[in-house]
């Protein structure tokens, strides 16, 4: 991207999709040390199969509706978080996807883990130009939120009035687990989310 060095010491636990295309990925050295994994889906199946394999699909099974079933079948992108027992993450890992073209179909898959204890707030930004034609966005977003553990998930969408926005976003919370969802939706020809 060309992004100067000293900017992207801002932008450390950022992540960007453009497309289908994960165009931009960086985490705070500090969280690597404590364990905590922020990657692209991608590359987190690549890096950490074992987690993913654990993980994926089981709070949203391909067969609970048609778009899930959809983006099991096709998906590309999305984000990947880990987040180790007792490790309070202060600032907020964000990420921002986007659609650019006419007739596009975006299927970001994010699967965010919050072991025992932990911390962590998520937000992520979707918007799109406005085009003649219609576009999709039809995402997965998966959430386990372990025993003491906390979420805060965070998203602003401000689709154009050509893009269906039609996805599924659930979590899990294990005993004395908190879960907070902040959902801001300001735009799109349809927003359908299915719980």
């Keep these: 991207l060309g992004i ?3 900017e992207q010491k801002f932008l450390a636990g950022v992540g960007a999709q453009y497309e289908s295309e994960v165009i931009y990925h960086s985490i705070i050295k500090d ?6 994994l922020f990657l692209d889906m991608d590359a987190s199946l690549r890096e950490h199969p074992e987690i993913v394999k654990e993980y994926f699909g ?3 099974p391909p067969e609970d509706n048609k778009f899930a079933a959809l983006n099991t079948s096709v998906w590309s992108g999305g984000s990947f978080i880990y987040v180790p027992p007792g490790v309070h993450i202060d600032l907020p890992l964000q990420a921002y996807f986007r659609i650019n073209a006419q007739n596009m179909g975006q299927f970001e898959r994010t699967l965010i883990i919050v072991d025992e204890g932990a ?3 998520y937000v992520e930004g979707c918007t799109a130009p406005t085009y003649s034609t219609d576009s999709l966005h039809s995402a997965v977003v ?3 939120v372990k025993e003491n553990g ?5 998203t602003i969408q401000n689709w154009s009035h050509n893009v269906y926005n039609l996805v599924t976003k659930r979590a899990q919370a294990y005993k004395n687990a908190t879960m907070e969802w ?4 300001l735009g799109s020809k349809l927003t ?3 719980p």
């Design 4 to 6: 100067p060095e000293a």
């Design 31 to 36: 969280l690597e040390a404590k364990g905590v």
């Design 58 to 60: 089981t709070v949203i």
């Design 119 to 121: 911390y962590v707030h």
């Design 142 to 144: 998966e959430i386990i």
């Design 150 to 154: 906390r979420c805060r998930y965070s």
């Design 182 to 185: 902040v959902d801001g939706n």
């Design 192 to 194: 359908m989310k299915y």
